[in-house]
């Protein structure tokens, strides 16, 4: 089955710092999101992605939906300690098939 | 309410039981969606209703399990004979239309 990468698994940032983590895929993905997900919560939708070489932004984050559509990346500008928690890729080939999630990249921020 | 809303949000079993977890959808989302996921694991695929087709079960590990959705809204994942292995935060999520997907906060399961 699809199966995606995410990397890195875990990250320790000063605060102020960027972030940058990325997945890639096996296959083509029509629809890319970003979730963060934090402890004893369910993830929660940061930015979606519907087209190739789409770059969206949400306040400090940014991500881009690869042109090959075989990979997409986040970034988190100017960090801070609420922006510790698992962040998410997700990806979809098409509207009849489940969305594929990553193993999560670990985000934990220094004061 | 305003979100996903799952019921228990924490269940403990002895292993051989067989257990229920529900998920009220938002109202109106037409998808909705079973999610696993083991400790410090990413999302595993389990099952997904899409309006009246007939759901998607690929991602369900074995015939132990099993879910309903009742008049296109709330539903129900079962687990018979529950084995430690099925410990877990069992998610549900769902939308109006195929993505994206508003989460829970999840069933964290454990089997004793």
């Given at each position: 089955?699809?199966?995606?990468?995410?990397?890195?698994?875990?990250?320790?940032?000063?605060?102020?710092?960027?972030?940058?983590?990325?997945?890639?895929?096996?296959?083509?993905?029509?629809?890319?999101?970003?979730?963060?997900?934090?402890?004893?919560?369910?993830?929660?939708?940061?930015?979606?992605l519907?087209?190739?070489?789409?770059?969206?932004?949400?306040?400090?984050?940014?991500?881009?939906?690869?042109?090959?559509?075989?990979?997409?990346?986040?970034?988190?500008?100017?960090?801070?300690?609420?922006?510790?928690?698992?962040?998410?890729?997700?990806?979809?080939?098409?509207?009849?098939?489940?969305?594929?999630?990553?193993?999560?990249?670990?985000?934990?921020?220094?004061? | 309410?305003a979100?996903?809303?799952?019921?228990?949000?924490?269940?403990?079993?002895?292993?051989?039981?067989?257990?229920?977890?529900?998920?009220?959808?938002?109202?109106?989302?037409?998808a909705?969606?079973?999610?696993?996921?083991?400790?410090?694991?990413?999302?595993?695929?389990?099952?997904?209703?899409?309006?009246?087709?007939?759901?998607?079960?690929?991602?369900?590990?074995?015939d132990?399990?099993?879910?309903?959705?009742?008049?296109?809204?709330?539903?129900?994942?079962?687990?018979?004979?529950?084995?430690?292995?099925d410990?877990?935060?069992?998610?549900?999520a769902s939308?109006?239309?195929?993505?994206p997907?508003?989460?829970?906060?999840?069933t964290?399961?454990?089997?004793?």
């Amino acid at each position: 089955g699809q199966q995606l990468n995410q990397s890195p698994q875990s990250m320790f940032i000063q605060e102020g710092e960027d972030v940058s983590m990325n997945c890639t895929s096996s296959s083509i993905f029509n629809t890319w999101l970003w979730y963060k997900q934090d402890p004893g919560e369910g993830p929660v939708l940061l930015i979606a992605l519907y087209k190739a070489g789409e770059l969206t932004s949400n306040g400090r984050l940014t991500a881009q939906f690869g042109i090959t559509r075989k990979d997409s990346f986040l970034n988190i500008s100017a960090s801070i300690p609420s922006d510790v928690g698992i962040y998410f890729c997700a990806g979809q080939n098409s509207g009849n098939t489940p969305l594929v999630f990553g193993k999560g990249t670990r985000l934990s921020v220094i004061a | 309410g305003a979100g996903v809303s799952q019921s228990p949000s924490n269940k403990v079993t002895e292993k051989g039981k067989d257990v229920e977890l529900r998920c009220d959808p938002i109202s109106g989302h037409t998808a909705l969606y079973w999610y696993r996921q083991s400790l410090g694991q990413g999302l595993e695929f389990l099952i997904y209703f899409q309006g009246n087709s007939a759901p998607d079960k690929s991602g369900l590990p074995s015939d132990r399990f099993s879910a309903e959705r009742t008049g296109g809204s709330v539903s129900t994942l079962t687990i018979q004979r529950t084995q430690q292995e099925d410990s877990a935060v069992y998610l549900c999520a769902s939308s109006s239309g195929v993505v994206p997907l508003h989460f829970g906060n999840g069933t964290r399961l454990t089997v004793t």
